[in-house]
């Protein structure tokens, strides 16, 4: 079965410190990868995906995501966090030959001024 | 041009009753796709309509049903509603099978 898991419920960062946010996945055969962000009371918002191609995949509002097979992960990255990245962050796994996709629990983001 | 929209963004039931949440597509989208979030938890597919059929299914039961409307509009229904049910309800659209759903800011259905 397809799946992902978010290692980390929250993660901490200094304003303009990089980030990371954690994910794993289990998959057969090639991996469709996506990464969603969840402001509070709003809806989920594409962020990036992988599908193929090149391992670094760039995204919105300056996050990238860094595909890595052997190590079956794909963590979110951004190089100077702010204080508006703070929100609830979801890796997600597409199941092949539908548009299914199969959500993380969810990393939350504190960016600290 | 407008996003995905849903209503109602908030809704009380009791146990027992049943329950509509409506979503309209974002403009030029035909595919509707629903999601259950539990407090705490991703969302999970509940499943994904497409020219007025459903096309797929995830792991929930009967109770749960949907249609959409020739305008791509959907509604979720749910019958004999458990507190279980409790969860903020997502609706995201997409043209055909995209890769990038757009989702509404959700309904949150409380069960009493």
């Known amino acids: 079965a397809q799946s992902v898991a978010q290692p980390e419920d929250q993660v901490n960062v200094a304003e303009g410190n990089p980030l990371t946010v954690k994910c794993t996945y289990s998959v057969s055969g090639n991996p469709y990868l996506f990464w969603y962000v969840q402001y509070p009371n709003r809806g989920l918002q594409f962020l990036l995906k992988?599908?193929?191609?090149?391992?670094l995949v760039k995204g919105s509002y300056g996050f990238e995501a860094e595909f890595n097979k052997s190590q079956t992960s794909f963590h979110l990255k951004k190089p100077s966090a702010l204080v508006s990245d703070s929100a609830l962050y979801f890796c997600?796994?597409?199941?092949?030959?539908?548009?299914?996709?199969?959500f993380g629990t969810g990393t939350r983001l504190q960016v600290f001024p | 041009d407008a996003g995905v929209t849903q209503s109602p963004t908030h809704l009380i039931k009791t146990r027992g009753q049943q329950v509509t949440l409506r979503c309209s597509p974002k403009?030029?989208?035909?595919?509707v796709s629903w999601y259950q979030q539990a407090l705490g938890q991703g969302p999970q597919f509940i499943f994904q309509?497409?020219?007025?059929?459903?096309?797929q299914r995830g792991n929930f039961p009967d109770r749960f049903s949907g249609h959409q409307f020739p305008n791509y509009s959907s509604e979720l229904n749910v019958n004999a509603l458990l507190l279980g049910d409790s969860a903020l309800y997502l609706c995201?659209?997409?043209f055909g099978q995209g890769e990038k759903l757009f989702f509404g800011s959700g309904t949150q259905l409380s069960v009493l």
């Open positions: 992988y599908i193929t191609g090149d391992n």
């Open positions: 403009s030029g989208h035909d595919t």
């Open positions: 309509y497409y020219e007025e059929e459903e096309r």
């Open positions: 997600a796994v597409r199941v092949h030959n539908t548009d299914k996709l199969i």
């Open positions: 995201a659209s997409s």
